[in-house]
């Protein structure tokens, strides 16, 4: 059944993975840089794998619940990837001083890897 909470925990997962996989290719790309853009590449694309991962956990917690249970899910979920996604954006530019170029290039590739595995993965 497509529309079970099962098969759309399923989902999630295939579309993290995907992510994965191509934040993980572009910082193999931008390793052949320097291993510092590549290392910033791998950060910034794993800010939105894991957020992408947080929002999922979030979302699907409580399983099957009513509508208005549901609603707040899916804010819940989208408040805690977004203060992740700052903090973790905070971190890697002002404390961790990483490439700017490389980290927001592996940050855009990995979220652009997600609206396309939502279209792969139905």
Known sequence: MRNSIAYGRRNA???VLF???IAGLVG???C??????GTAAWYGG???VIGSALFAWRLYADGIAPTRRIARAVYAAEVTKWVWLVLALYLGLAVFKLAALPLIAGLIAAHAAFWAAVGIFR
């Not at 052949?32 to 853009?37: I, P, R, T, Y």
Request: proline share 0%; aromatic share 12%.
């Open 19 to 21: 992510q994965l996989g």
């Open 13 to 15: 997962v295939r579309i």
């Open 32 to 37: 052949l840089q320097d291993w510092q853009s």
């Open 46 to 48: 794993g800010l939105t």
């Open 28 to 30: 193999l790309g931008f």
